[in-house]
């Protein structure tokens, strides 16, 4: 399968939408046990006999023919007669799959620079997206702005009817009214819940983009590997840095929302906003390395509008530039023993990281590795990088929308049927 290319859009200019709010949905971050969730998820692998699903899912057949019937009565599952068994005495075997062609959900990640947007059929494959500067405006015209934005994109696909809008951003989220506080963006109770569903008139559900990562690990399966008991701790960095926790088969979601490791001492002397020296976030995130590396002559300074990004520093360790190269392994060290610090707290099963700041310089990744070893106290520990690699954003943001129907795809369906496209 091709990636699909994300874009820079054009200016879009849209008309203020009047649709009343829809209350916020709070995501699914887990795997649900109800019938018709297990058999959507086991049809998300591709084209599924019944009796193959009655397997996989421990259902009696009675209850997967059950749930297949309202599965397909909903338009959520389709019959695949192309497929049937030739030779079969009596009834003919159709297998079933989950309609990849019909629906689509939205996904939007908003990040502290650049926010994605992308659209995912009910596989979880992403079908194409674009990004945009994250706007440094007022929160509500900001996430207007953005909003637009993904209404613009969702127009380009008007053959897929969409269904639901997830919405994963850093911050503390409160899932149940939509509302977040990101002091990054100096937002403070951003309805981000409520501007979404007014501009698109879809349902909304809004998480943590470190718990919907996790999330994605969790419930985007490849359909190659089986779910495997115990706990995961996810770790993210790139911009800013979080940590998650999966529990066999939910994501740990406090009530008070995610903890922070973004003021986790390092030993670096980078300045942090809080007044101390050596917080991990300002010292791994990508805009203070690449203020770094400008003041260090490692990246040239430009101006206007071609001004160094993160890339410039990644392609000039790549170009043979050892201050470059030690810079980002200094980074990668630095990752390494924080994975190990927070590994040794929770002791979880195994441990994941994701995050363009582990996976963008391939090279940091045998170091951080290694750090790691190093510095856990503990013994030897399951590590390893996310599966979904440099695009993680975007699947935590399809994963948001993604996990009220695999949770209760019926329920799911009826609550998205008010949209009239």
């Not at 945009?132 to 053959?159: C, M, N, V, Y």
């Not at 149940?176 to 100096?186: F, T």
Request: hydrophobic share 45%; proline share 8%; net charge positive.
């Amino acid at each position: 399968m091709t990636s699909p290319t994300l874009e820079r859009p054009s200016t879009v200019t849209l008309p203020a939408r009047t649709a009343p709010a829809r209350p916020a949905v709070p995501p699914e971050l887990r795997i649900a046990d109800n019938p018709a969730a297990a058999v959507l998820r086991a049809a998300t692998r591709g084209p599924i006999f019944r009796d193959s699903a009655a397997q996989t899912t421990g259902l009696s057949i009675a209850t997967v023919n059950r749930q297949v019937s309202a599965l397909l009565s909903a338009g959520l599952l389709r019959e695949r007669a192309d497929l049937t068994a030739s030779g079969a005495v009596g009834r003919p075997r159709v297998p079933f799959e989950v309609d990849t062609d019909s629906y689509t959900t939205l996904g939007v990640h908003i990040g502290a620079t650049v926010s994605r947007i992308v659209a995912a059929d009910l596989s979880g494959r992403i079908l194409g997206g674009l990004e945009i500067a994250t706007p440094q405006a007022g929160q509500e015209a900001a996430l207007t702005i953005i909003a637009r934005s993904a209404k613009a994109f969702l127009d380009r696909l008007p053959r897929r009817r969409p269904l639901w809008t997830g919405v994963a951003l850093a911050g503390r989220v409160d899932p149940s009214a939509g509302v977040v506080d990101h002091p990054r963006l100096d937002w403070q109770a951003a309805p981000v819940a409520a501007v979404f569903g007014a501009v698109l008139d879809l349902p909304v559900s809004v998480a943590a983009h470190v718990e919907a990562m996790a999330a994605a690990e969790l419930l985007l399966s490849s359909g190659t590997e089986e779910q495997r008991p115990g706990s995961s701790l996810y770790i993210y960095a790139r911009e800013t840095a979080g940590v998650a926790v999966t529990l066999h088969d939910r994501v740990h979601t406090p009530a008070n929302g995610p903890g922070s490791i973004a003021h986790l001492p390092t030993g670096s002397d980078v300045e942090c906003s809080c007044g101390r020296r050596g917080c991990l976030e300002v010292t791994v995130g990508e805009g203070a390395l690449l203020a770094r590396a400008v003041r260090a002559g490692i990246v040239p300074k430009r101006e206007a509008p071609r001004r160094p990004v993160i890339a410039d520093l990644y392609r000039a360790a790549e170009s043979g530039s050892a201050p470059a190269r030690d810079l980002l392994l200094e980074r990668a060290e630095i990752l390494g023993r924080t994975a190990a610090l927070v590994r040794d707290m929770f002791n979880p099963d195994r441990v994941i990281l994701g995050g363009q700041a582990f996976t963008a310089y391939r090279p940091g990744i045998e170091t951080v590795a290694k750090a790691f070893t190093q510095s856990t106290t503990l013994p030897p520990a399951d590590l390893r990088i996310s599966r979904f690699g440099g695009r993680v954003q975007e699947h935590a943001a399809s994963v948001t929308a993604l996990s009220v129907f695999y949770a209760d795809p019926l329920s799911a369906m009826r609550r998205s049927t008010r949209n009239p496209r």
